[in-house]
């Protein structure tokens, strides 16, 4: 027979039958096949099977919740920037006043009966009798108690003996203040003292109202004495030095829900003396009485210091400490009041005081019309060369150590607030006021000026 035309030979077919012909060990037909299959099977089916593989590996190995807790604890917080404080600009004092008022003049916020006249009258003679008795007064609650203890100091303390109210919310009250208020009563200066420290002060005081000539008392009223200045060993141990003296009584109150944990057991049992010696080493303790003087009163005066109309705004122990803890004053710019800004402005010199408003003249300028970022103030800072050039020129600062002196006042406030820029841009400093905030703060300087 013939042989078939070369040409019409499958290229395909040819191979196999080479591949089956040039085995020589006659078992190159299974061989064949295996190099066969694998050479002709397509690519999505090779990573088909190769996954299948995996996926049964993958089933034999168990994972232990020790695996788990290692595996989740190493993967990557996910963790949003966008807080709500740096999206949401906050109130003005004035957006947040008309906020808060009533929707209906009808409607009439609700007051405790405590506050009525007939209640209120019998509260007051009854504390009276326990200041009389050897007690110190201590009041919690809810809602502000100012006011009915100012009443309370008014009306029954005023007329019994000498008065000192301090206000311990204030983030500018200090210990040393209050008893400075309390030298001025008549005689104390007049003995003796070893050195002007609180310890020595409060020890004169207590020496002067446990003299048996003396006759008058001195009623001593702590708004929040819970308050952060007063929570230190110092504050504390002038207070239990005062408490113990029978002429001197302490009426108090707190807010913080462990403010009951300030005080120990022993400072808490212990009762004044009757007779106290001058000179003496006095015991230490606070002999207090509780009570529940709950008002439901908005904290208007006690939250004067604080922005109340952002989360962030809160105070928390005072500028430094917030930019010294990389706080918001330094991040979003938007920690400072206008009532804060000028309560820091109302105890600086003249040049100071000219030097920031030179600095708010040169941001707002920079800040020009339209909607502002509130989360990035920075951008409209005043570089220090820039600045000690200008303060220069109006005769504020001659030299570096006079600018960072007057800089320094204000920076230790947070009222003026400076960051590197990078690639050797050099220090930029700016106000973290809003344009608004900062022009009224502006106006009232030059209204007073």
């Known amino acids: ?106 409607l009439k916020p609700i007051e405790s009966s405590i506050l009525s006249e007939p209640s209120r009258g019998f509260l007051f003679s009854r504390f009276s009798r326990e200041l009389e008795e050897g007690f110190n007064l201590l009041f919690y609650g809810v809602g502000s108690k100012r006011r009915v203890l100012n009443q309370f100091a008014s009306e029954c303390c005023s007329k019994a003996g000498h008065v000192v109210v301090a206000n311990g919310f204030q983030p500018d009250f200090t210990m040393k203040s209050m008893l400075n208020s309390i030298e001025n009563v008549p005689g104390i200066l007049s003995l003796p003292v070893m050195s002007t420290t609180i310890e020595n002060q409060a020890l004169r005081v207590y020496d002067f109202f446990a003299q048996s000539s003396q006759k008058q008392h001195l009623y001593i009223v702590i708004h929040n004495i819970d308050a952060p200045a007063l929570r230190t060993a110092r504050a504390k141990s002038c207070l239990s030095l005062l408490a113990l003296n029978p002429r001197i009584h302490v009426v108090a109150s707190i807010d913080h829900i462990n403010s009951p944990l300030l005080w120990s057991a022993s400072e808490l ?65 938007t920690a400072m009041t206008q009532t804060a800004a000028l ?9 100071a005081k000219k030097l920031f408003t030179l600095m708010g003249a040169k941001q707002l300028e920079a800040m020009g019309e339209g909607d502002l970022p509130v989360n990035d103030l920075e951008q409209f800072g005043l570089g220090y060369d820039t600045l000690f050039n200008t303060a220069r020129d109006n005769f504020i600062a001659t030299n570096d150590t006079a600018l960072r002196s007057l800089l320094g006042e204000f920076r230790d406030h947070g009222l003026v607030v400076a960051a590197q820029r990078g690639s050797g841009g050099g220090e930029v400093l700016w106000i973290p006021l809003r344009k608004e905030r900062l022009v009224n703060v502006l106006e009232s300087m030059q209204i007073e000026q």
């Open 269 to 333: 049992s212990t009762r004044k003396q009757e007779h106290p010696t001058p000179g003496s080493a006095p015991p230490r303790g606070f002999a207090w009485l509780w009570h529940d003087l709950t008002t439901l009163a908005s904290y208007d005066d006690e939250l004067a210091y604080a922005d109340r109309s952002s989360i962030s705004g809160a105070h928390g122990g005072g500028s430094r400490k917030q930019l010294d803890a990389g706080g918001l004053g330094a991040q979003t710019g």
């Open 1 to 106: 027979m013939a042989p078939a035309n070369p040409s019409h030979i499958d290229p395909i077919d040819d191979l196999n039958d080479s591949s089956d012909n040039d085995d020589p060990s006659g078992s190159g037909s299974e061989d064949g096949a295996r190099i066969l299959t694998s050479a002709t099977t397509p690519t999505g089916k090779r990573n088909k099977t190769k996954a299948l593989v995996v996926e049964e590996q993958r089933r034999l190995v168990v994972q232990t919740a020790f695996d788990a807790y290692f595996a989740q604890s190493s993967a990557r917080s996910q963790t949003s920037s966008n807080v709500f404080s740096s999206l949401i600009p906050p109130l003005t004092a004035e957006e947040y006043s008309n906020a808060t008022c009533p929707s209906s003049p009808r």
């Open 343 to 351: 309560h820091i402005l109302a105890s600086v010199t003249q040049k």
